[in-house]
């Protein structure tokens, strides 16, 4: 299977407090608007620099940290005021001697130990950050920006990524076995398969609900490796194996009997519509009589426009990838009937993302 930089997520693909309100002001909605690169980069700099783990250490003043860091004192003390003024740092002490240490946000997810880490997805947001910044080249030639316009200390591999994936998916793919739940989706099911399910945090959730059925994990081999570790980590290894392979040429069976459920999320948007199509038959093709395909998806409503995250999504997929964007539940229900599914219900995960469910006859 072919993934790139770009399969998931934005730094945070999650809904954020107040991300869909929008000034009355409309000139306060451009201030707002232009100025949001500087909290991202703060942030990621922030856990670039190594900051929240050095202060997990104790806490330190500008000149300690910045010795810790061997960075600048300057530099350091002008970015930990910043974290501050954010949340992410607590700043306190007396005048002269005041010392920073991780705040409650930094502690929760920005240390590796964190209860919900997201390090290593902040870590590929930086490099998502630099993509970006080449907007209006990949608009003017249609083309994705390349590897070489972002800055080599951000090189990563695909270990780095499936674990920077790992991050988003251990919220969301609880989220999605909820809705799956709740719509009587996993009614029966025995055996699954998590197609480029990545780091397999859906396929072990599954497992966990299941405690009858077996789950597949099917992604590229350094991928598969660390959902394997997943799913020793969660206690379901037994019950829970990876399969490198590539979705578009190897056997998803491979030998086996057909799937009762087969789960695609994340994926559609990195290809353009006939792959999507010819994806969605092969995996129609591997279903049992009466088995379910679940694409879990940033779907758009008719106008491409709602929900507003995965329009933004769709800019992601501009910028990384050469034909990559976000379709419309419309469109996946035409990739279902072409290939032999009736489609089903749609069901909200987030406020932007959505499950679309077919059914083989």
Known sequence: MTTADAPTPEPNPEPTPGATDTPTDPVALVDELASGYRHAQILMTGVRLGVFEALAAGPADARELAARLG?????????????TALGILDKSGPQGERRYQNGTPARAALLPDSPRPKVAMLRHGARLYERWGKLLDAVADGRPVPDEAIDPRLASDERAFAFAMADVARDSAVKTADALERSGALAGVRRILDLGGGPGHYAVELARRLPDARAVVFDREATAEVARETARDAGVGDRVTAWPGDAFDDDLLAGG???????????????????????????????????????????????????????????????STEAGDCYTVDQVHAWFEAGGLVPGATLDVTEQSRLALGTKP
């Open 71 to 83: 960075a600048d004192p300057r530099g350091v003390r002008i970015l930990c005021d910043a974290l």
């Open 257 to 319: 009997p057909p799937y009762d459920l087969i789960l695609i999320s994340n994926l559609v948007h990195i290809y353009p519509p006939e792959a999507n199509r010819r994806l969605i038959g092969r995996s129609a093709a591997a279903l049992a009589p009466g088995g379910r395909l679940a694409i879990k998806e940033f779907l758009l409503e008719p106008d491409r426009v709602r929900p507003r995250g995965a329009a933004l999504f769709a800019v992601n997929m501009l910028v």
